[in-house]
């Protein structure tokens, strides 16, 4: 009688599968037909941009660089079957994106505001004048003062950590230490959070949580199937991608109401200063607009998770690469050791002062920077038709990436573009940029290569190469590999 009551239950339940069966493939129908009527105007709106052809299903994601020499000024890039972007790699193209005020492009930036939020990184319009605003008060000089000690405290915790692999002349992975050092840094200064996550990275939660997310976004990017919500969520990757936000979330929210707990009684900036320093946290805290109205909780998270991803990764690639630089160019290694050395007149750290005094040091910073730039590219989506010097014109909707990577090694723009010439940044040479970042970021720069040109001789490892891949951050797919040997003490009087 129960099978006979199951084969009857079966048999009228196969209708509604049947039914939901047919529905799925309308839905999947009527989507591939709206992919490929996106596919049909992408390629009606690139028409003026002759380009290398396209893989049919992998598009142009496993290489686009070299490209920049036969299609001068701008070309089409796909990302998969479905997603064109048009890659700028000139200045004179660049200049007509960057003073319009289109806002970014809402495929790339999509990825990573499931983490950081709505922060300076990913917001536009009024939000970000407001934000921006309220948070030029913490890269204040006065503010920024204090970190140069707390930063080479980290770059020394580093160096530290080398000793062995000066020992043995044995080739090592940077990039792993240079970020550990990078997050020691932004947690101290940011948040006065003495993490010691360089020795502890395997226990610390929140750290691992932060690596975890990095990774997985930068792989969601490539992975143009993790482009889609749903695929994303129902992966594996996704289900590591929510728990990780979730422990970074609960941890950001817990150091946030711990400091408006010790920031109860103080309403005003100058009272906080002069019982302590001040970090990111408390800016945050205590900014007031014209109105006298504060962040609200979530934009307080935005912005401290926001601050956390490009405070960290950024300035290590920069670091990994500018001692790889110096590594492979030993004649411009050996002056700015004798730079820093004269400079830092037997000390064994930084301060503030002493971050004027390594010119030379900067420029090779610089030119390292122009070679492998830490954030490879930006993107935008363009409002309305947008029309370059050369009268090509991209249509409202048009994906538009700038590669600072393919402008930075452009033949038309710098002479003999992949020779290492410091000499390119005399002071002569150089224009002011403006980020509200910037200078945290270059004195971190200064510290750790100085700090470490004093300490280690860089030696380049012929056999492990970088293989450079632009994703959000510039990294290398196999690491970068150098080799170490301790200075010898009598060089460090040689130029007092």
Known sequence: MESTDAFVT?????????????LLCLVAVVKLT????????AFRNIEAFPGPPAHWFFGHVKEFVKWGQKYPYAFPVWFGPFVCFINIHHPDYVKTVLTSTEPKDDLSYKFIESWIGEG?????????????????????????????KLMSDSAKTMLDKWESYAKTNESFELFNHVSLMTLDSILKCAFSDSSNCQTESGTNTYIKAVYELSDLINLRFRTFPYHNDLIFYLSPHGYRYRKACKVAYSHTEEVIRKRKEALKEEKEL??????????????????????????????????????????????????????????????HQKICREEIIQALDGKDTMEWEDLSKIPYTTM?????????????????????????????????????????????????????????????????N???????????????????????????????DPAQKPRIIPRLVLRSLNGIHIKIQPVDPQDTYKTS
């Open 120 to 148: 300076l990184l990913v917001s536009k319009g009024q939000k970000w004048f407001r934000h921006r605003r309220l948070l030029t008060p913490g890269f204040h000089y006065d503010v920024l003062k204090p970190y140069v």
């Open 364 to 428: 090779c910073i610089k030119e390292s920077l122009r070679l492998y730039p830490p954030v490879p590219g930006m993107s935008r989506k363009i409002t309305k038709p947008m029309t370059f010097f050369d009268g090509r014109t991209l249509p409202t909707g048009s994906h538009v990436g700038t590669s600072v990577y393919g402008i930075h090694r452009n033949a038309a723009v710098w002479e003999n573009p992949n020779v290492f010439d410091p000499l390119r940044f005399l002071p002569e």
């Open 10 to 22: 079966f048999q009228l339940g196969w209708p509604k599968m049947h039914h939901l069966f047919a």
């Open 34 to 41: 709206m992919l490929l009527a996106k596919r049909r105007d």
């Open 270 to 331: 100058d009272r906080v200063q002069a019982k302590r320093n001040l970090d990111f946290l408390d800016i945050l805290l205590l900014a007031r607009d014209d109105k006298q109205q504060g962040l609200s909780d979530e934009d307080i998270r935005a912005e401290v998770d926001t601050f956390m991803f490009e405070g960290h990764d950024t300035t290590a690639s920069g670091i990994s690469f500018i001692l790889y630089s110096l590594a492979c160019h030993p004649e």
């Open 430 to 460: 150089v224009s002011t940029r403006n980020c509200i970042g910037q200078t945290f970021a270059m004195n971190e720069l200064k510290v750790a290569t100085a700090l470490t040109l004093k300490r280690y001789q860089l030696i380049e």
